[in-house]
């Protein structure tokens, strides 16, 4: 999150001529952040009752498939 927060004060400070290589880097670090809490909250122990058919294993594949899948993205947005 920090990273995605330097990059959009660079943006608004320095410059954002490239933008699209802006939008691309600061989505990279917004998406995997939200991924990544994504998977903290379904493997951690006290939200069993809300992701009860959700195995850590599942989590991780999710997780692994949404960071290939927005990556992709991303590098063909650049």
Known sequence: MLSGALQF???IL???FPFNA???GFSSTIGQ???TA???SQVNPENKN???DVSP?????DFALGSIVLHFFVFNFL
Do not use: I, P, Q
């Not at 294993?57 to 594949?61: D, I, K, N, Y």
């Open 9 to 11: 004060l660079y943006c």
């Open 14 to 16: 320095v410059t954002n």
């Open 22 to 24: 802006f939008l691309a």
């Open 33 to 35: 952040f939200v991924l």
């Open 38 to 40: 994504s998977l903290r």
């Open 50 to 52: 809300e992701f009860k």
């Open 57 to 61: 294993e599942r989590a991780f594949a």
